[in-house]
Nanobody
C-alpha cells in the first residue's frame, strides 16, 4: 500500500512558476513509476508527465513539454513537478500517481496503469 500526498499548488499569475511535490509513504517508493495528471473543470483527467523508477526516463504531454519538468528523489520518497511559464489553461487539480506494474514509459500516459493516487492539489493560473 502506498499513500501519496501532494503539495505546492496555489494561485499564480500567467508566466509564473510553481513546484508541486508528492510525498509517498512506505519503503518501496523506488519500486514505482510515478506520474502527474491533471483535471480541469468539466474535463477528463489528463496525463501531464511521468518518470521511471530510477528517474532515468521521463515523458511529458506536448502541451507542457519545455515548460514542466518531472523529477524524483528516491531517498526522500518524493516526486516533483516543476512548472514554469504557466498559462491560464494549466489551471486544474493536479494528481500524482504511482504504478507498480507499468514498465514502459509509453504506457505511463494511461491513467488505468496506475495503482495509487493522491488527493490532488489545485493550481490556478490567472491571466
Amino acid at each position: 500500500q502506498v499513500q501519496l500526498v501532494e503539495s505546492g499548488g496555489g494561485l499564480v499569475q500567467a508566466g509564473g512558476s510553481l513546484r508541486l511535490s508528492c510525498a509517498a509513504s512506505g519503503r518501496t517508493f523506488s519500486s514505482y513509476a510515478m506520474g502527474w495528471f491533471r483535471q480541469a473543470p468539466g474535463k477528463e483527467r489528463a496525463f501531464v508527465a511521468a518518470i521511471s523508477r530510477s528517474g532515468g526516463n521521463t515523458s511529458a504531454t506536448d502541451s507542457v513539454r519545455g515548460r514542466f519538468t518531472i523529477s524524483r528523489d528516491n531517498a526522500k520518497n518524493t516526486v516533483y513537478l516543476q512548472m514554469n511559464s504557466l498559462k491560464p489553461e494549466d489551471t486544474a487539480v493536479y494528481y500524482c500517481a504511482a504504478s507498480g506494474r507499468a514498465w514502459r514509459i509509453a504506457t505511463l500516459t494511461v491513467w488505468a496503469e496506475y495503482d495509487y493516487w493522491g488527493q490532488g492539489t489545485q493550481v490556478t493560473v490567472s491571466s
